[in-house]
């Protein structure tokens, strides 16, 4: 069965440092990507998404996440964090034959030392 | 402004009771789902529908029930027969099709007292 694994529950960093969380899938063919934030108590954004072409995506709020077919992952980036950062997110992964479902990884809660 | 919105925020109630979730959405979408977020258990899926009419069960949809008699709205009952619960719920929407983005309501936090 398809599966997408964040294998950081937490992740701590100092405002202003490099961030890196972690997303590795188990699919057979080319997956659709997301990564999504969610601040605590409030609905998920999508932060960006892979669909094909340039395997290095932009998206919102400076966050940049790259596939890597070879290592099946789809790991999330930022140059410098801010205290505005702190929230959980979540990659999910969409299925070219699915039944309209997206397969979510359990989350990585980042957390800010000022 | 396009957008999903879900009532009410929170909700309380005593053991026994069902109650209904709303979600209504204005983004045209054809797609929307119910999921249950537990901590440190990500996002499971209760149901979800395609279309009018028409919405099919997810992993843990046991205890819960759906309609879906307008494109619009999506409501989610949690019956008495639900075991555990308290949770937050989350709605979501999407243009039909398994590789579209989902956009999320602000969810709605339910508690068992």
């Known amino acids: 069965a398809q599966s997408v694994t964040q294998p950081d529950i937490h992740i701590t960093v100092s405002e202003g440092a490099s961030l890196e969380l972690r997303c590795n899938y188990s699919?057979?063919?080319?997956?659709?990507l997301f990564w999504y934030v969610q601040s605590p108590g409030q609905g998920l954004q999508l932060l960006l998404k892979?669909?094909?072409?340039d395997t290095l995506v932009q998206g919102i709020k400076g966050f940049e996440a790259e596939f890597k077919r070879s290592q099946s992952s789809f790991n999330l980036r930022k140059p410098s964090v801010h205290w505005s950062d702190a929230a959980e997110y979540f990659c999910?992964?969409?299925?070219?034959?699915?039944?309209?479902?997206?397969?979510w990884g359990a989350g990585t809660k980042l957390i800010i030392k000022p | 402004d396009g957008g999903i919105t879900q009532s009410p925020k929170y909700l309380f109630r005593k053991e026994g009771q069902n109650v209904t979730l709303s979600c209504e959405q204005n983004?045209?979408?054809?797609?929307m789902y119910w999921y249950r977020q537990d901590p440190g258990q990500g996002l499971r899926l209760i149901y979800y529908?395609?279309?009018?009419?028409?919405?099919q069960k997810g992993d843990i949809a046991e205890g819960y029930s759906v309609s879906r008699e307008k494109k619009e709205s999506f409501p989610l009952t949690v019956t008495s027969a639900q075991k555990n619960p308290t949770a937050f719920y989350l709605c979501?929407?999407?243009?039909?099709?398994?590789?579209?983005?989902?956009?999320f309501g602000q969810g709605t936090r339910l508690t068992v007292v």
């Open positions: 529908s395609q279309i009018v009419n028409d919405f």
């Open positions: 983004l045209n979408h054809d797609a």
């Open positions: 999910a992964v969409g299925e070219t034959d699915s039944n309209y479902q997206l397969i």
């Open positions: 979501a929407s999407s243009i039909r099709g398994p590789n579209t983005e989902a956009f």
């Open positions: 699919y057979g063919a080319t997956p659709y």
């Open positions: 892979y669909f094909s072409g």
